[in-house]
């Protein structure tokens, strides 16, 4: 298995610009989530889907869009990229969300975004 | 909002001593994870822990958790140069959100 992949790796942007960071999983996890890395910030919840169809806003939402139509995909939208946006964007998803846990976050190994 | 709060924020320490971690949180969870983050990668789950669980163990890791007092901590063992890392724990209150905290950074001297 591949675990969870992100591409690009790396992105610079200028303001204004849109674009898309892609997110897949090959472990059939229901659960899917992106997260932004900042320093001294630690992780902060974008947006998170319980399952194809099913998307939900996390702590920081604004200026971020998903969808999940395969179970397999996750991506995420910057609408009109923003200099407040440039961070390290991490995807994660997990097998199970039991009841109203939520287990163990398999990550990708990120995308580092700069916007100028 | 952080959820999980660790401390200390960076720690320093000899190859072969122990290092202790601690995360405190402000309102009830279902359960309590630790992560490691390698410089520039991504998060590794290394152990998690459930609300009616008080300590689990996996390899030289050691979690505890004491629900009154909304605090964990994580325990390595006889520290080695690769467990150099920023350290993260991330509690899971029951919608389906996981909230981290801002991590420890520890730093093993060889």
């Known amino acids: 298995n591949a675990g969870v992949t992100q591409t690009p790796k790396f992105q610079v942007l200028k303001t204004g610009q849109s674009m898309t960071l892609q997110c897949a999983q090959d472990?059939?996890?229901?659960?899917m989530s992106w997260y932004r890395q900042d320093p001294g910030m630690g992780l902060r919840l974008i947006h998170y889907?319980?399952?194809?169809?099913?998307?939900d806003q996390g702590e920081v939402p604004n200026g971020y869009n998903v969808s999940r139509s395969t179970t397999e995909d996750f991506p995420l939208r910057l609408l009109s990229a923003a200099p407040s946006q440039t961070s390290v964007y991490f995807c994660?998803?997990?097998?199970?969300?039991?009841?109203?846990?939520?287990?163990?976050?398999?990550f990708g190994p990120g995308t580092r975004l700069t916007v100028l | 909002s952080q959820q999980g709060e660790e401390d200390p924020q960076a720690l320093s320490i000899q190859e072969g001593e122990n290092a202790t971690m601690n995360c405190s949180y402000k309102?009830?969870?279902?359960?309590l994870q630790w992560y490691r983050q390698n410089s520039g990668r991504g998060l590794v789950h290394l152990i998690l822990?459930?609300?009616?669980?008080r300590e689990k163990h996996s390899g030289r890791l050691r979690v505890t958790l004491d629900t009154s007092k909304k605090s964990s901590s994580l325990l390595i063992t006889a520290s080695r140069a690769a467990d150099t890392a920023s350290y993260f724990c991330?509690?899971?209150?029951?919608?389906?959100?996981?909230?981290f905290g801002k991590g420890t950074l520890l730093t093993v001297n060889p």
């Open positions: 991330a509690t899971a209150s029951g919608n389906y959100k996981l909230t």
């Open positions: 822990i459930r609300s009616n669980e």
């Open positions: 309102t009830s969870i279902n359960n």
């Open positions: 889907s319980v399952g194809a169809g099913i998307t």
């Open positions: 472990m059939n996890h229901e659960y």
């Open positions: 994660a998803s997990s097998y199970s969300h039991t009841g109203t846990n939520t287990d163990t976050q398999y």
